[in-house]
């Protein structure tokens, strides 16, 4: 894995190995893809400013999220069907996530079942991705199943009443290969995304069994059904992040599900203040995904008030090259990355990232 050194050298040798429909469907994000670009371009936009001679041996990556320690503010986002990337898709995944001691999100789509991934990794901390079937015992029993094998929190994602439109899937008529089921399903919920009728077949499993109906009201219900922290995924609007919290959610992650919803809407790093601002006062962590492949964009959003980051294409890509080792070395890039950033910026540990660390790039034009 050593001639791998950034996560654009995973990524190449990823997308050199998939099949083009699994290719296109990691990849893709929604209509002109102009947001897909935006999550990158705006970490750009941000410059570091750092200070000299703070002395800094006592650099320390380590934090907290809701209780629980990790080894550095970068975790792994949920991705759906893993096991297009790899055999052991999720479960390296998860491994990989425990190894390297820090967060791993399974989503409700994934090709391995929860109690698969508890098996594989009882020891690390993992989240649950949550959509809302039409069907509420199908859901609660998703929840529960969760809660039982000791996964820390319900990631419930609120930007997806129907799946956004990426052109690459339509074209394609990218559904799950035969050979892998949605293992977090008995029957029929778990291979009739085989079925497809015209364009994504995604799409159709998702218009179909998606309640389109949830509104912040449902978070209630959700909190009847479980004891676990509620985090909500895919806010983008200060005021919606009120919201989330005042329904009783313990945490925000700003994302714009890695561009493949809607297209236009902001980069989350652009986002993120708006939201920082609107929560302020408020007990709540705030964490961001989207775009983010190098220790600098981690240390932007850090600054910006993310508590951490996660990353969904990055540990797609490390899967398919090396499963478990490749996600791994996919963290230990970002790791290292990181720990350059914070000495290097006068800034040794995480909780030294403050805001007035990065402005900008017009703030430096006079
Ligand atoms: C996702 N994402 C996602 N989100 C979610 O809530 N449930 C899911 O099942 C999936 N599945 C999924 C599949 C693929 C292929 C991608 C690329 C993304 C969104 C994901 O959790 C996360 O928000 C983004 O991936 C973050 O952006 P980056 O790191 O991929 O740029």
């Known amino acids: ?9 995973l990524e190449e040798a990823a997308l050199r190995l998939l099949p083009k429909s699994v290719r296109d469907y990691y990849k893709s994000g929604a209509t002109e893809e102009q947001t897909l670009g935006e999550n990158k371009k705006a970490f750009q936009r ?13 650099c320390d990556l380590r934090t907290t999220v809701l209780g629980n320690e990790i080894s550095m503010p970068i975790g792994i986002s949920a991705t759906a069907m893993q096991r ?9 995944n998860v491994k990989a996530a425990a190894k390297e001691q820090t967060i791993f999100m399974l989503s409700t789509i994934a090709t391995s079942s929860i109690e ?29 199943r969760a809660e039982k094998h000791g996964f820390k929190a319900i990631a419930l994602t609120v930007d997806t009443p129907l799946f956004g439109l990426r052109r690459a899937d339509v074209r394609n008529k990218f559904t799950l290969p035969r050979h892998l089921r949605l293992a977090n399903f008995d029957g029929i919920l778990s291979t009739k995304i ?21 509104t912040w ?24 992040a009120v919201k989330a919290v005042e329904a009783g959610c313990s945490a925000i992650l700003v994302s714009n599900h890695g561009a493949r ?28 995904d989207g775009g983010v492949s190098t220790g600098t964009d981690v240390y932007k959003a850090l600054a910006l008030g993310a508590k951490m980051v996660l990353v969904g294409r990055p540990a797609l890509w490390g899967l398919t ?46």
Request: net charge negative.
């Open 84 to 92: 297009m990337a790899h055999p052991d898709g999720e479960l390296a």
């Open 321 to 366: 090259v090396g499963g478990q080792a490749g996600v791994q070395r996919m963290l230990q890039i970002l790791r290292t990355e990181l720990e350059y950033t914070l000495q290097i910026a006068g800034t040794p540990t995480v909780a030294d990232v403050t805001k007035e660390m990065v402005r900008h790039e017009n703030s430096y034009c006079k």
């Open 217 to 240: 009201n449902d978070i209630k219900w959700l909190k009847s059904i479980t004891s676990l922290p509620i985090i909500a995924k895919g806010v983008l609007r200060g005021d919606d």
């Open 46 to 58: 941000l410059r570091i400013s750092p200070k000299c001679l703070v002395g800094v041996n006592n």
């Open 261 to 288: 919803q809607l297209d236009g809407v902001p980069a989350t790093i652009e986002a993120l203040p708006e939201i920082v601002e609107a929560l302020k006062g408020y007990d709540v962590e705030i964490f961001l």
């Open 194 to 214: 085989h079925n497809t009728n015209n364009g994504s077949g995604l799409n159709e499993y998702v218009q179909n069994l998606f309640d389109k109906s949830v």
């Open 116 to 144: 698969e991934v508890a098996n594989a990794a009882p020891d690390a901390t993992k989240w649950f991705q949550l959509y809302i079937y039409n069907d509420r015992e199908v859901t609660k029993n998703l929840v529960l």
């Open 1 to 9: 894995m050593e001639k791998y050194v950034s996560v654009k050298d």
